[in-house]
């Protein structure tokens, strides 16, 4: 299946949160939250059933690394998708 038309993300796929989750940062380990529709790259797939997604600020520091389900991430795009 080609990029365009798989649904699942893979490593280094842009996502975002379906809803609100509360973690640690990741260097000094302080609650945070991370809102829904917050944006990571995902850096690691497990089993089909979840993935590593980096969250980071502007500047590409992390503040945040999670394991999550499939279910808990929308997988986000940027090319058009041909029909034809």
Request: net charge negative.
């Amino acid at each position: 299946m080609n990029k365009t038309t798989r649904h699942k993300p893979q490593d280094l796929d842009i996502v975002a949160l379906l809803a609100n989750r509360d973690t640690s940062h990741f260097e000094t380990g302080q609650p945070i939250r991370l809102l829904k529709g917050q944006i990571g790259t995902v850096v690691m797939e497990y089993d089909d059933e979840a993935l590593e997604v980096e969250f980071t600020n502007n500047d590409g520091t992390t503040f945040a690394m999670e394991t999550l389900p499939l279910d808990a991430v929308l997988l986000l795009h940027d090319e058009l998708l041909q029909t034809a």
